[in-house]
């Protein structure tokens, strides 16, 4: 049954854990008017390996949380949660919701190599999504599908550059690289925290595609069409987690975001 939501307060945002504050970062670079509640959901990260059936949990879980508190919109920025659940939770609510997935058509229209590689969580790889968008723009390209468990722990520890990071991304990117890929997809957003590290193994010949920018874009389009544009003067953005607040306080820190207070993510229906 469809759930009919207020059109107004602030964009909820939500990811499985600190990833989705790089599409958070775009997103109040484009909708500097717009209040957003963000939920990580670090308790439970990461989702790469969980079962479809808990990623749809975690969902519906957080994404009720959000429009209890009065959003307006939702953008799942998380890959994982988006080919996992973004049909159930379309058929249960209607207000807008912008997800993600791995950015392989703009990255077979970039490619001249015609051979592109997909970095994302097994989840994801494995998602009849990342098969479709195969099937559709891979014609004349190859797309190399390599997931990558373990590099999202490393981005929720603050761990970009560490000597771990550095050695699953030499055995992630090579396979990809050896075989000729000349763009690389993040098609997890944990990884956009690595893009300086990843652009270091490729070397300045390869394009890496980010999306945060383009969902940014998504979510103007989404908001101007269901007429829940313009908002907030005084525009604020709050943090939840179901992990350590002082541990996402220290990310938010770490990644140089205003300081911002944590909200432990309240237990009841989370
Ligand atoms: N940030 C998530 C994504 O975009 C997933 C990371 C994880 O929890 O495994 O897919």
């Known amino acids: 049954m469809l759930t009919p939501v207020a059109t107004t307060g602030s964009v909820g945002v939500y990811d499985s854990g600190v990833g989705g504050l790089s599409v958070l970062r775009a997103l109040k670079a484009k909708l500097p008017g717009e209040s957003f509640t963000y939920v990580a959901d670090c308790g439970h990260a990461p989702y790469g390996d969980r079962s479809a059936a808990f990623v749809k949990s975690r969902a519906q879980d957080i994404a009720e949380f959000l429009i ?10 998380c890959n994982t949660a988006s080919v996992v659940a973004v049909r159930s939770l379309r058929e249960r609510y209607t207000l807008p919701i912008v ?11 970039l490619s001249r190599s015609k051979i592109v590689l997909v970095l994302a969580t097994s989840n994801t790889i494995r998602s009849p999504a990342v098969a479709r968008l195969c099937s559709t723009y891979g014609t004349d390209t190859r797309v190399i599908l390599q997931a990558c468990p373990g590099l999202a722990d490393q981005v929720e520890r603050g761990r ?7 050695q699953l991304l030499a055995s992630y990117l090579r396979h990809g690289l050896d075989a000729g890929a000349d763009t690389i997809v993040l098609g997890c957003t944990h990884y956009a925290f690595l893009f300086d590290a990843i652009a270091k ?3 300045k010949a390869v394009t ?3 999306p945060s920018e383009a969902i940014a874009s998504q979510l103007s389009r989404v908001l101007s069409a269901s007429a829940a544009m313009p908002h907030d003067t ?3 953005t709050a943090f939840y987690t179901s992990g350590p607040p002082r541990e ?4 938010l820190e770490f990644i140089g975001e205003p300081a911002a207070q944590v909200h432990a993510l309240p237990a009841s229906g989370c």
């Open 68 to 77: 209890r508190g009065g959003a307006k919109a939702l953008v799942i920025a």
């Open 99 to 109: 997800a993600m997935e791995p950015a392989i058509k703009p990255a077979t229209q």
């Open 160 to 166: 970009f550059h560490d000597a771990v990071t550095q």
């Open 201 to 203: 193994v490729a070397g």
């Open 208 to 210: 890496i595609v980010e």
């Open 234 to 236: 005084a525009a604020t």
């Open 248 to 251: 996402l306080a220290a990310f």
